[in-house]
């Protein structure tokens, strides 16, 4: 099963709208970040949050993270057509012994039109 | 600069070869990750490693293999019995033990089996 959970899964708006992509997780989060992926490309780092109830912008994209840190959601402003892309938020997993994995939900694909 | 650089940026190979792709990092980071991307399946964890000559398998290993016997580099071998080869590989690296820790991603390789 996945364990971290996103939605809308794909997002298409009007340029100028706002949005929000939800990221879930089933177990309480170390912490939580957020990356974009242009097609085909690496993924760049948006911001990460660590404790409850934590809010971080960059521009006009906005993250929060909820009290009791098992939910985050990403909130775009008045969307651009540059803002079009994948979005995954991840997180660290604890997986034995001192290591820990890094995991990722399966992206929010976003559409702006012009 | 300091990064993270994968090659090549697409690999084509015939069914039943086995082919390594390179991933390369001189940000001093311990911890290197190999994550698989298909359409609508988010990035998936294949093997990652901590430390130097150390290393885990991730959620979908079966059919690869990596080795890790310098902290810059982490390769990782698709191998003949890998069923579905054909997707684009992301390396990623971050500082080793430590959570909450940005990731730094490679610019991806998309490799096509025929």
């Known amino acids: 099963s996945q364990e971290l959970e996103q939605s809308p899964q794909s997002l298409i708006v009007q340029e100028g709208k706002n949005l929000t992509i939800n990221c879930t997780s089933s177990k309480t989060l170390y912490g939580l970040y957020w990356y974009k992926q242009k097609y085909g490309e690496g993924l760049i780092f948006l911001m990460m949050?660590?404790?409850?109830?934590e809010e971080k912008s960059h521009e006009k994209i906005t993250a929060k993270l909820d009290e009791k840190k098992q939910q985050s959601s990403l909130h775009i402003t008045a969307s651009q057509p540059s803002h079009a892309g994948i979005y995954l938020c991840?997180?660290?997993?604890?997986?034995?012994?001192?290591?820990?994995?890094?995991?990722f939900g399966k992206g929010t694909l976003l559409t702006v039109n012009p | 600069d300091g990064g993270i650089t994968q090659s090549p940026k697409y690999l084509f190979r015939k069914e039943g070869q086995n082919v390594t792709l390179s991933c390369e990092q001189n940000?001093?980071?311990?911890?290197m990750y190999w994550y698989r991307q298909d359409p609508g399946q988010g990035l998936r964890l294949i093997y990652y490693?901590?430390?130097?000559?150390?290393?885990q398998k991730g959620d979908i290993a079966e059919g690869y293999s990596v080795s890790r016997e310098k902290k810059e580099s982490f390769p990782l071998t698709v191998t003949s019995a890998q069923k579905n080869p054909t997707a684009f590989y992301l390396c990623?690296?971050?500082?080793?033990?430590?959570?909450?820790?940005?990731?730094?991603f490679g610019q991806g390789t998309r490799l096509t089996v025929v």
């Open positions: 949050l660590q404790k409850g109830g």
């Open positions: 990623a690296s971050k500082v080793g033990g430590a959570l909450n820790t940005e990731a730094f």
């Open positions: 490693s901590q430390i130097v000559n150390d290393f």
């Open positions: 940000l001093n980071h311990d911890a």
């Open positions: 991840g997180a660290d997993r604890y997986s034995g012994g001192s290591n820990y994995k890094l995991t």
